[in-house]
Nanobody, 122 residues
Framework: QLQASGGGVVQPGGSLRLSCTAS????????LGWFRRAPGKEREFVGQ????????FYANSVKGRFTISRDNAKTTVYLQMDSLKPEDTAVYYC?????????????????WGLGTLVTVSS
């Protein structure tokens, strides 16, 4: 089970931090990722962090503005979003993968949490 939280309304240029906690059977999880779906658009990959790597991977659209981290138990992942833009407005989802490497496509993530809405608006 995945539970995401931390969404809200923020002005352009502001920051938000999303959290996602995995519970239950977590031993098979190899990566935790973030995706988003903007109004009228398809769901897109935001970033992910693998179990065996300390280096997250980001989509070009958020690189340099978003930071993914996790706790030592590797069951909670965070998405720190800085310098937010109106085009970052979306429902953000966390997801878990059991694929090794750097899964970036939504079909590589069999486990999904409910989304949390982020609205960037003045």
């Amino acid at each position: 089970q995945l539970q995401a939280s931390g969404g809200g309304v923020v002005q352009p240029g502001g920051s938000l931090r999303l959290s996602c906690t995995a519970s239950g059977r977590t031993s098979g999880i190899s990566a935790l990722g973030w995706f988003r779906r903007a109004p009228g658009k398809e769901r897109e990959f935001v970033g992910q962090i693998s179990d065996r790597s300390s280096f997250p991977f980001y989509a070009n659209s958020v690189k340099g503005r978003f930071t993914i981290s996790r706790d030592n138990a590797k069951t909670t992942v965070y998405l720190q979003m800085d310098s937010l833009k109106p085009e970052d407005t979306a429902v953000y989802y966390c997801a878990a993968s059991n694929i090794l490497g750097t899964p970036r496509r939504d079909f590589e993530y069999p486990y999904w949490g409910l989304g949390t809405l982020v609205t960037v608006s003045s």
